[in-house]
């Protein structure tokens, strides 16, 4: 089944140590987007990738940043966690149609749950 | 700015039940509108969208209803099941591109 692959489910990482949590899709979609969820929260975007193209949410901190070396694969990679940081990461996929019309819904990966100690 | 709110942030119903989550958007520029049901330990899934030009949308066991003048959404499920139990995400598509921003979500009990 055509899916969204988040891994690993669970990381655990040092104060200041950097991580990367990866993301892979089978959906083939041009669209990809990373999330930050906190407790009883709603998902937070951080920034979402249109093809290679990067977007970053102006409220996303420096501190963490994205790659997608291909259309399948996108990574988040978070340079000097804090305690703060400690959320549900999300990773999520959606399309855009050919007549060029967005239909924005998005697949989303079953999350990775960061502890920072 | 842009908000996306929820009246309630736990609803419980009785298995059987029609449940009603209720959602605010603050956008009038927004044309589309999905709900997403998120269980304990996954990630969201879409449940039902909406465009701006539709007042009402049906799925299976879920209907979606719009009222652009007081900017209202909500989500009906008929007939409640114990699987329906998840916290509700309304979420709004201001400009129809890729940005999406979610309310704070409704955690739905349901009692057998």
């Known amino acids: 089944d055509a899916m969204v692959i988040q891994n690993p489910r669970y990381q655990v990482t040092q104060f200041g140590k950097p991580v990367t949590l990866s993301c892979s899709q089978t959906l083939n979609h041009n669209v990809m987007y990373w999330y930050q969820q906190k407790s009883s929260q709603a998902p937070k975007l951080l920034f979402h990738?249109?093809?290679?193209?990067?977007?970053n949410e102006a409220d996303t901190p420096d501190n963490f940043q994205s790659r997608r070396p291909n259309t399948s694969f996108c990574f988040l990679d978070i340079r000097s966690p804090g305690l703060g940081d400690a959320a549900m990461y999300l990773c999520a996929t959606s399309r855009d149609y050919p007549s060029g019309r967005v239909l924005n819904e998005q697949f989303f990966g079953p999350g990775t749950r960061l502890t920072v100690l | 700015g842009e908000s996306v709110g929820l009246h309630l942030p736990t609803l419980s119903v009785q298995e059987g039940d029609n449940s009603i989550i209720n959602c605010a958007y603050s956008?009038?520029?927004?044309?589309?509108f999905i709900w997403y049901k998120q269980e304990s330990g996954k990630g969201p899934q879409f449940i039902i969208d909406?465009?701006?030009?539709?007042d009402k949308r049906q799925g299976q066991r879920v209907t979606v209803l719009l009222n652009k003048t007081v900017k209202h959404l909500s989500l009906q499920i008929a007939a409640t099941q114990p699987g329906d139990s998840a916290v509700y995400f309304c979420?709004?598509?201001?400009?129809?591109?890729?940005?999406?921003?979610f309310g704070a979500g409704t955690r739905l009990f349901v009692k057998a």
């Open positions: 990738y249109y093809d290679k193209d990067f977007n």
């Open positions: 909406i465009r701006s030009n539709m």
């Open positions: 979420a709004e598509n201001p400009t129809g591109g890729f940005k999406t921003i």
């Open positions: 956008n009038s520029a927004s044309d589309y």
